[in-house]
């Protein structure tokens, strides 16, 4: 289940597992349209107002930009300040600090 606006998570998955050969032009473009749409959604909306499945899937999502972008600190790891995956999937679940 997704909230209003955002790609479902299976969604999400099903794309990730379809090799890109296999993907047509028009898939592909669909793909990049919504994946623009959801990110922008991702940003917008605090995680107050987010499913708790929408948060994890979110934290996912923001840890793996993160790692392409190299903003993970000067260890190569999480920032100190930044939550991790792991706080960011127990905060979700009401089991966080």
Same mark, same amino acid.
């Given at each position: ?9 299976? @969604?999400?998955? $099903? ?7 296999? *993907? /047509? !032009? %028009?898939? =592909? #473009?669909?793909? +990049?349209? &919504?994946?623009?749409? @959801?990110?922008? $959604?991702?940003n917008a909306v605090?995680?107050?107002? *987010? /499913? !708790? %499945?929408? =948060? #994890?899937?979110? +934290?996912? &999502? ?10 993970t600190g000067h ?23």
């Open positions: 289940m997704s909230d209003l606006g955002r790609k479902d998570f299976s @969604d999400k998955l $099903s794309e990730k597992v379809t090799p890109q050969e296999s *993907k /047509s !032009t %028009t898939t =592909k #473009l669909s793909e +990049g349209v &919504t994946n623009l749409g @959801d990110s922008a $959604s991702r605090p995680d107050s107002e *987010k /499913s !708790t %499945t929408q =948060k #994890l899937s979110d +934290g996912m &999502t923001n840890e793996k930009h993160a790692h392409e972008s190299g903003h260890t190569g790891h999480t920032s100190a300040t930044e939550p991790s995956l792991l706080d960011k999937a127990k905060d979700a679940v009401g089991m966080g600090k």
